[in-house]
């Protein structure tokens, strides 16, 4: 029985992206989720439907520390909720796919941590009723494990170099067919049925209109108000506090955080990288620890202002010296 609602972090571009192959693959509604800011919304939006449908049905897609568990409860107390997610991109869509996609004939394969191929790969997955799976530094974990449950699949597209020599021919190796796809050649010409391709198609539009509306009222609310706190609002407490730890720094030791902060460094790890995730930080590997700092485009969209942060690392490390 094909889920009612799907609701996923609307800043969280991996989950999105195979959150909603498999929204369109099932004709759900999809709904994106900023913690913090929308949350009440969506659950009225729940309690909405379930006055008109009985048995509601929601998918949430991602672990607590991208949905909220306090959420989650306050969901499953007005629908029928799962959730699906993983410790990263790749166990997310490994187990959005084997769990609830266990029947399509063929994969979609992309690195996870290519953002530019994420939308070639949505348009692949609605050409060909597929599942996106993201690959990690050319391979695929547990790769057998999946194949064998996934035993359906007769054909897996990669796009774009996403994967190794070696892990093509152990898939090969399986009696299942490989097609190398680049950049310039992702659409493929055997299509659906005109009246789905038109019906996939609008739901996709719909959804990419939805997400780039959610995003300028974002940076049309920054640009009306010209202060960095309208952006933040968009973040939890505890985002908030790192990046306002970063901005007056410019930019600081992954591990000094937590000593400010007084978050635990697993805390904190688990944090930064979602950050990293949604391209408000960057992180560089210095030494045995990483300097994280804002991302250019993001300063850009919040007004934030890391200079004093800079010129006080410069003078942290002349002072060691």
Same mark, same amino acid.
């Given at each position: ?5 799907i ?7 991996p989950?999105w ?16 989720l ?39 409860r306050?969901?499953s ?29 063929s ?10 191929l994420y ?22 974990p ?9 035993s359906?699949?007769?054909t ?6 996403s ?5 093509m021919d ?6 299942? +067919?490989?097609?190398e796809?680049?950049?310039? !050649? #992702?659409?493929?010409?055997?299509? /659906?049925? @005109?009246? %789905? ?8 539009l ?11 009222a974002?940076?049309?609310? +920054?640009r ?5 706190? !309208? #952006?933040?609002?968009?973040?939890? /407490?505890d @985002?908030? %506090? ?13 591990d ?12 904190i ?6 950050? #990293? ?6 992180r @560089?590997?210095?030494?045995?620890t990483?300097?994280?700092r ?12 890391p ?8 003078h942290t490390q002349?002072?060691?010296?």
């Amino acid at each position: 029985i094909p889920y009612d609602v799907i609701i996923v972090r609307g800043d969280i571009y991996p989950d999105w992206t195979v959150a909603t192959a498999y929204a369109i693959k099932t004709g759900s509604m999809i709904l994106l989720l900023f913690p913090g800011q929308n949350d009440g919304e969506i659950i009225s939006m729940i309690e909405g439907l379930s006055q008109f449908k009985k048995n509601v049905r929601v998918l949430v897609v991602g672990q607590p520390n991208a949905i909220p568990e306090d959420f989650y409860r306050k969901l499953s107390g007005i629908a029928s909720a799962e959730r699906v997610g993983g410790i990263n991109r790749v166990e997310t869509s490994i187990n959005l796919a084997t769990y609830y996609w266990r029947d399509a004939n063929s994969l979609i394969v992309v690195d996870g941590l290519r953002s530019e191929l994420y939308l070639p790969a949505l348009l692949l997955s609605i050409n060909k009723s597929a599942p996106i799976i993201y690959s990690s530094n050319g391979s695929l974990p547990n790769l057998r494990d999946l194949l064998l449950q996934m035993s359906s699949v007769k054909t897996i597209y990669v796009v774009d170099r996403s994967l190794n020599n070696r892990t093509m021919d152990d898939i090969k190796s399986m009696g299942i +067919n490989i097609v190398e796809l680049g950049s310039v !050649n #992702v659409t493929i010409s055997s299509r /659906p049925t @005109e009246e %789905r391709q038109t019906s996939t198609y609008l739901i996709f539009l719909a959804l990419i209109l939805a997400s780039t509306l959610v995003l300028s009222a974002v940076l049309l609310l +920054n640009r009306r108000k010209g202060k960095a706190s !309208n #952006v933040l609002q968009f973040f939890s /407490p505890d @985002e908030r %506090r790192i990046i306002e730890v970063i901005s007056e720094r410019g930019e600081i030791g992954q591990d000094d955080l937590s000593e400010i902060t007084g978050f635990s460094r697993p805390k904190i790890s688990r944090i930064v990288s979602d950050l #990293v995730d949604r391209r408000v930080l960057e992180r @560089e590997r210095v030494g045995k620890t990483f300097i994280v700092r804002l991302t250019e485009n993001f300063i850009s969209a919040s007004g934030l202002a890391p200079g004093k942060g800079e010129r006080s690392y410069e003078h942290t490390q002349n002072d060691e010296d």
